[in-house]
């Protein structure tokens, strides 16, 4: 009798160990997972400011685009501005030439 207790006895202190053995290795696995899930976080956060700066820097550089676009329709419209007083002072001049 005493055999067969001794004989359960290190049966269940078997299974303690197994079930300690599991419950650790699902621990240090449940630890590793949240570490993972941490490090994806992360990630997923730098991409995420990355993709800001991205969008950020594209609006300056449209921004930057427009306002060069502004200034040179300002430039070409200075131009045929300039051009047109030359054209009407030359017309004046020869209407002048004439008169004379």
Not at 5 to 13: D, Q, S, T, Y
């Amino acid at each position: 009798r005493l055999d067969a207790m001794g004989m359960a006895r290190k049966e269940l202190e078997a299974q303690l160990r197994s079930s300690q053995e599991r419950y650790a290795n699902a621990a240090a696995s449940l630890e590793q997972s949240s570490a993972a899930v941490e490090e994806l976080r992360n990630e997923v956060e730098r991409a995420r400011a990355m993709a800001e700066r991205a969008e950020d820097s594209e609006q300056r550089a449209n921004s930057r685009a427009q306002t060069l676009e502004e200034a040179q329709q300002l430039t070409m419209d200075e131009l045929r501005a300039r051009e047109e007083q030359r054209r009407l002072a030359t017309e004046r001049e020869h209407a002048t030439r004439r008169d004379l």
